[in-house]
Each structure stands twice: as structure tokens, then as C-alpha cells.
């Protein structure tokens, strides 16, 4: 197969996914022909896909979720509005999309929940097959229990999750566990993506909490939070524009740049992890037999699905911010690991995708 990716650029989920499914098809001898970025007007491509994608990339402005100063949550209105005055951008640059995906000639195209795919076949309707791969795909399946709070920013979700799948063929949801199709919603339940340095991690156990968010705004709440529990070490990730590789605002408080071999080399040997409910951390810590505590950004309501599935599955306890680091503390030494569940679901990942993929490319 030709292969070409459409990825999300914000945060570290999708594009991280991008590449363990890499390489899981290059070891079947498939090829990686291109990859589409949406990416914010302030941001690049990451390091982490250059480095890891030997491939030709092409960056596209795709519309971004905004967050509050002032309280940090999701806001709505600014983000509605921002990207409404860009629709005309977004939209005339389905043209420069399909001139790339003309020249790379896929056999197949994988979107990683990226809303300009479904831009470009709107416009388009290319005969070339889709499939879409994102964990958001599980709050359309008719089995799955959503939270009952955020009708808005439910909706918002929705909405978001139906243009990256406009005109796919096949929409496969990351589980955290395992779960019937939804075939009458053209959706097919898959374990979650992990890249195979994360399956060949020895774990250990170090006295120290590892943080990360997806937001750097909340970093707030955290040192205060470590300001008052000096002998609390904390090793935390963040995506600050323009901030140092590595600060140290407290002597119990290290905050560095996200950086995904450094970010894996502290889960393998941490207490336990602080996260805001980002998917593909809590695949990771699930794998490793991390415990986790989850609160997910204000006004985020997929943080907050993936915060209620992932106690649902066993990981850990959920939480309303930082500041509720003390509960995370008490809640160690009980922890009940899901490890070796996990690793069993996450073994039937590679075969079903594989098979999903050279299904539609015949």
C-alpha cells in the first residue's frame, strides 16, 4: 500500500499515533508517500513527527480550540469566532491539499482526526479511500456511556468529529479496552496505537510524580501546589511557547518542554501520573502499570470522557485540578493494576488496523 497521513497537529496524541502506525506498516513493508499537518498559525511541525516520519510533509492552517487567560477552561465563543473569520482560508486551501495528495498518489489515506481532510473531501469526493482513527470516534458509538455535563462543548466535539470524517469509508475508535463494532455507524473498535519504544520500556519505580498537560496554563496550580508539599518531587511536561527547555520555578518542581523520549523516559520511572486526560498518555501509563490521576481542562469535554472511561477502566482516579494532588498520594499505595489486561488488548492492535487498511486499498 501507498499511505499517506492526514494528522492533527495540537498536542502530542495524534501525532504520536501517526507514528507507531508507521511503524507498524513499515514492518509489513508498506509506504509512508506524504503527510498533511493542521497545524496552528503560531506552531511548526513538530520534532516529533520530522524525526520520526521519513516523509514529505505539507503544513496546513487548521482551526484551533482557544482556552481562557482568566479561568482556563475552553472558550467557546472566541474559539467559534476566530475560526468562523478563517473559514474562507480554510477552505480555499483544499486546493493545495489535493495538488499534494495528486502528486503523492496514495492507495490509501489515513486521517488522524484532522478537520482539513474532511475539508478537502467535501469538496473533492476522491475516489481514494479514508480511514479515520481517533479515540473520539467512540462517542458516536451507540454503546458508550457519555458524561451527562457539557451539552455545548458535546456538541462542539461532535461537531469536529463529523467533518474530520466526512467522506471516510471506515471511522476505527481507539478503546481503552475492548468493545463490539458499531457497524450501523461505520465504526470499528481497535486498541490504541503505541510507537514500539514504549513496548520495549523497563519500568522501575523513582520517588517522584510525573506531570502533564495539555494545556500550560494550569502549570499554575501545580507549583502552587508544590510551593506548600516541598518534599514532593515533580517532574512535569508542558508545551509553553517560548519558554526554556528545562526550568526549575521550585527546588521540587522541574517543568520541561514536551519532549517525547524525555516524557518516556520519566513514565517508565515514576510514582505515578498527573495528567489532563490526554488519550495517549494514559495508554502509555496504562501500559507501563502507571496508576494515574486525571482531571481534564476546564471546558474540555473530551478530556473529560476520556477521564471518566479511563476510571471506568481501572487506571486510576479522577480529579478536578493540581491542587488535588494530596487525594492522588493517598490513592498509591491501593492501586489495583489493569497492566497485563491491557497489554493483552493492545497485542490485537496491529493485526486488525493492518487488515482494516488492506481491505479498503484493494
Request: hydrophobic letters at 40%; aromatic letters at 10%.
Amino acid at each position: 500500500m501507498r499511505i499517506l497521513f492526514f494528522i492533527q497537529g495540537e498536542g502530542r496524541g495524534h501525532q504520536t499515533q501517526a507514528v507507531a502506525l508507521y511503524e507498524i506498516l513499515r514492518n509489513q513493508g508498506h509506504e509512508l508517500v506524504g503527510a498533511i499537518v493542521g497545524v496552528a498559525p503560531e506552531r511548526e511541525i513538530s520534532s516529533l513527527l520530522r524525526q520520526y516520519l521519513p516523509t514529505d510533509f505539507k503544513a496546513v492552517e487548521s482551526p484551533a480550540l482557544l482556552y481562557s487567560d482568566k479561568t482556563k477552561a475552553l472558550a467557546v465563543g472566541p474559539t467559534l469566532l476566530t475560526n468562523a473569520r478563517k473559514g474562507t482560508r480554510f477552505w480555499r486551501q483544499a486546493a493545495e491539499i489535493n495538488a499534494f495528495i495528486q502528486e503523492k498518489k496514495p492507495t490509501v489515506i489515513v486521517n488522524f482526526y484532522e478537520m482539513m481532510c474532511g475539508v478537502w473531501q467535501w469538496q473533492y469526493r476522491s475516489p481514494i479511500p479514508v480511514v479515520c482513527i481517533a479515540h473520539q470516534y467512540l462517542l458516536q458509538h451507540r454503546h458508550f456511556e457519555l458524561p451527562a455535563e457539557g451539552v455545548l462543548n458535546r456538541r462542539i466535539v461532535n461537531t469536529i468529529t463529523w467533518l474530520s470524517a466526512v467522506g471516510s469509508r471506515r471511522k476505527l475508535a481507539l478503546s481503552f479496552y475492548e468493545m463490539a463494532d458499531d457497524v450501523a455507524a461505520n465504526i470499528y473498535v481497535i486498541p490504541p496505537l503505541l510507537r514500539q519504544n514504549v513496548l520495549e520500556l523497563e519500568t522501575t519505580e523513582e520517588p517522584f510524580l510525573l506531570a502533564y498537560t495539555t494545556n500550560y496554563r494550569l502549570a499554575s496550580d501545580l507549583e502552587d501546589w508544590c510551593r506548600t508539599h516541598p518534599d514532593t518531587q515533580v517532574q512535569a511536561f508542558w508545551d509553553r511557547p517560548g519558554s526554556a527547555a528545562i526550568e526549575q520555578p521550585l527546588p521540587n518542581l522541574t517543568l520541561h518542554q514536551v519532549n517525547a523520549t524525555a516524557f518516556l523516559d520519566a513514565m517508565r520511572r515514576c510514582r505515578g501520573l498527573v495528567s489532563t486526560s490526554g488519550f495517549e498518555s494514559i495508554c502509555e501509563a496504562m501500559y507501563l502499570g502507571k496508576p494515574v490521576m486525571l482531571f481534564p481542562t476546564p471546558g474540555h469535554f473530551e478530556q473529560a470522557v476520556n477521564a471518566l472511561d479511563a476510571v471506568r477502566a481501572g487506571v486510576g482516579i479522577r480529579a478536578t485540578s493540581f491542587l488535588d494532588l494530596d487525594r492522588f498520594l493517598s490513592y498509591l499505595p491501593t492501586h489495583q493494576s489493569i497492566q497485563t489486561r491491557f497489554q493483552n488488548w493492545h497485542r490485537r492492535g496491529s493485526e486488525l488496523i493492518v487488515r482494516h487498511l488492506e481491505e479498503l486499498s484493494r
